[in-house]
């Protein structure tokens, strides 16, 4: 571990961090510390599903919470690197084509690559396709002897990276949602203990005020999120029903990305209508092959991803 703090301090960084960075939850969703966790991670991460009942169409700006509130967990733990985990795998397993899947996971893969390298943060993101080979993940599954392959794979991949050195999880949470990243985290802690420390950070925002919170990575009708890796005007987007309690809610949580982004790059973001046309108009730029291996030599280790 990169940090020479002992792990009961970092347990208080990390505590006092989600307590006042506006973009963690609060109230019951306070970070699970696990000690032995903190004492051998060298990485954090977080997953982005790519499908529910079928492939998301979109990724939006949402995901910056998650970007942003695991770049801040890296530097309070002292890491060297972060991982994110598209979830392709775990689509194909729950019957979605394997096209829409493939599409899905791009439509979610270039537009973080894209930002992670403008902002300069040392991420490694891959599909969880490559994490292991097929037939040792379904041995693991089956060893876990759940009915729910879904779950099972969840927990599996949860205990894959954390056997790579990832131990410390970023999750969203969501109290109207019954499947948010508390209820596998928690299956988990049952199924293999305190081996990981979890932490938590807000849900995402729609357009619809009918349904204004949803999981911050999946979009399942467009006209109601602001996407990343697209050409649109967001900020006309958003201000399409500027009445509405609903883009009321979206332009507080684009504040709060603006306020994210200057309090780790230094850069004034201008205001939160600019700042949200900056990231979807650098999303849609591609991440070069170069600028991608030199994010990853800072990192300063071997990828988690490695065979």
Not at 188 to 212: K, S
């Amino acid at each position: 571990m990169s940090s020479h703090l002992g792990t009961d301090h970092l347990g208080e960084r990390l505590a006092s961090l989600a307590n006042r960075q506006e973009l963690f939850a609060r109230r019951q969703y306070e970070p699970v510390i696990s000690t032995n966790a903190l004492e051998s991670t060298t990485s954090t991460w977080f997953g982005v599903g790519v499908a529910a009942d079928d492939a998301s169409c979109g990724l939006p700006v949402d995901v910056l919470i998650l970007v942003f509130a695991q770049e801040m967990v890296r530097r309070q733990l002292g890491l060297a690197k972060s991982s994110i985990l598209i979830a392709d795998s775990n689509a194909c397993n729950a019957g979605v084509p394997r096209l829409d899947v493939h599409r899905a996971a791009s439509l979610a893969q270039a537009p973080l690559e894209a930002l992670v390298e403008r902002f300069g943060f040392p991420v490694d993101i891959r599909r969880s396709s490559s994490l292991a080979p097929a037939a040792e993940v379904e041995r693991k599954q089956e060893a876990l002897e759940i009915d729910n392959g879904y779950v099972a794979q969840q927990l599996v991949q949860t205990e894959i990276m954390r056997s790579r050195g990832a131990a410390v999880k970023v999750g969203w949470a969501l109290s109207a949602c019954t499947y948010d990243e508390t209820y596998f985290d928690r299956l988990y802690q049952n199924r293999f203990g305190d081996q990981v420390t979890f932490a938590y950070t807000i849900g995402g925002r729609t357009l619809n005020a009918q349904r204004p919170r949803a999981c911050p990575y999946l979009c399942r009708a467009p006209e109601d999120r602001l996407l990343l890796g697209t050409k649109e005007n967001a900020v006309r987007k958003l201000y399409s029903d500027a009445a509405s309690p609903a883009v009321r809610g979206y332009r507080r949580l684009i504040g709060k990305l603006a306020r994210a982004y200057q309090h780790l790059t230094g850069d004034d973001p201008g205001t939160p209508e600019s700042f949200l046309q900056f990231v979807v108009d650098s999303s849609a730029a591609p991440a070069t092959a170069g600028k991608r291996a030199a994010r990853e030599s800072r990192a300063g280790a071997p990828s988690i991803f490695a065979p």
